[in-house]
């Protein structure tokens, strides 16, 4: 369902509606930009993890150990 | 000499003209054409607390050092419009910018059936601007879990929208100010957002926002949205006096 409520500030008058088609065309394009940025920010958080985890364990390679890499980096959350 | 407070006259007690002025003259709301005249009549005998109707409604009291307007109140913040929503896709509030007001505070909060990004297009004539690019904003955040605290940031140029709540959130508090949105210059916009990231009270979210439109149109109103789903809550909008 997709209804809208829409008032008047000067007339006090308030209406609950259905959309009309173009906020509806609106709102299927909000969707999909949403959409579209919620996978580009996944997809940036599996490479940011991916990365860090390669971090930490070529910290760990050198002999540091996981107290040291915190207070190094503290960026670095596991 | 100020007022006497009260006295219980009781039958055949004497009447001083000291008495006429304490208990009556001094304590009634007296009427003047205006300020002018007041002063005339009262600048050797004003005390704090006696009251004076100027003319035109105004009521004044005598502070002890200066007359203060006490009626009509003029407060600086002043309620212009607001509504509670249920299950809607979006909340349009029509005509509450006017050339009364250069400013607007607006404070509410907001719940999404997904979580999803709540934002606030401005209208005119009934219609949402929904152009990318004329929204341009930043943010920065801070967000608190169990395990650790972590800030970042987040801007667009290209956006349709400011934001009052950030993607992942599906309760939020949020309030902000719209900066000469009526004007024909530049609307500015700043917002503050809290809220519990997924519902979870142990995932808090902080996020300040600040931005401007990159075209000069007058608005008169404006429209919230979910990026998806429906949202419940309540928006208030308030004019800033300028004087």
């Known amino acids: 369902m997709a209804d809208v409520i829409e008032i008047w500030a000067d007339t006090q008058e308030s209406v609950i509606r259905p959309m009309t088609a173009e906020e509806l065309a609106q709102r299927e394009k909000d969707e999909a930009e949403a959409e579209a940025a919620a996978q580009a920010a996944a997809q940036q958080a599996a490479q940011t993890a991916a990365v860090t985890q390669l971090?930490?364990?070529?910290?760990?390679?050198?002999?540091?150990?996981?107290?040291?890499?915190?207070?190094m980096y503290p960026n670095l959350a596991p | 000499m100020a007022g006497l407070g009260y006295k219980d006259f009781t039958a055949g007690a004497v009447l001083t003209a000291a008495q006429v002025d304490g208990y009556l003259m001094e304590q009634a709301v007296m009427?003047?054409?205006?300020?002018?005249?007041?002063?005339?009549?009262l600048s050797s005998v004003q005390a704090a607390g006696m009251m004076a109707h100027v003319g035109g409604g105004t009521v004044t009291v005598y502070d002890g050092s200066a007359w203060q307007q006490v009626y009509p109140n003029t407060p600086g913040l002043v309620y212009v419009?607001?509504?509670?929503?249920?299950?809607?896709?979006?909340?349009?509030?029509?005509?509450?910018?006017?050339?009364?007001?250069?400013?607007?505070?607006?404070?509410?909060?907001?719940?999404?059936?997904?979580?999803?990004?709540?934002?606030?297009?401005?209208?005119?004539?009934?219609?949402?601007?929904?152009?990318?690019?004329?929204?341009l904003?930043?943010?920065?955040?801070?967000?608190?879990?169990?395990?650790?605290?972590?800030?970042?940031?987040?801007s667009s140029t290209t956006a349709t929208s400011f934001p009052l709540t950030d993607?992942?959130?599906?309760?939020?508090?949020?309030?902000?100010?719209?900066?000469?949105?009526?004007?024909?210059?530049?609307?500015?916009?700043?917002?503050?957002?809290?809220?519990?990231?997924?519902?979870?009270?142990?995932?808090?979210?902080?996020?300040?926002?600040?931005?401007?439109?990159?075209?000069?149109?007058?608005?008169?109103?404006f429209t919230i949205f979910p990026a998806s789903g429906n949202i419940s809550g309540s928006i208030s909008i308030y004019g800033l006096r300028n004087s």
């Open chain 1, 55 to 71: 971090a930490i364990a070529h910290a760990k390679s050198l002999g540091f150990t996981d107290e040291m890499i915190a207070v």
């Open chain 2, 31 to 41: 009427n003047f054409a205006g300020t002018a005249a007041r002063g005339s009549a």
């Open chain 2, 81 to 135: 419009a607001g509504t509670a929503f249920s299950a809607v896709s979006s909340v349009s509030v029509n005509n509450c910018f006017s050339a009364t007001y250069e400013n607007y505070v607006y404070i509410g909060h907001v719940a999404c059936t997904t979580q999803a990004q709540v934002g606030l297009r401005l209208r005119v004539s009934g219609t949402d601007n929904s152009t990318a690019g004329n929204y």
């Open chain 2, 137 to 154: 904003w930043g943010g920065a955040y801070t967000r608190w879990v169990t395990s650790a605290t972590v800030a970042g940031e987040h």
């Open chain 2, 167 to 221: 993607a992942d959130g599906n309760f939020s508090f949020f309030e902000g100010k719209l900066f000469s949105p009526f004007a024909s210059r530049l609307t500015g916009f700043n917002n503050v957002q809290a809220y519990n990231q997924g519902g979870s009270l142990n995932d808090g979210y902080w996020e300040a926002f600040a931005g401007s439109m990159t075209v000069t149109t007058s608005y008169t109103g």
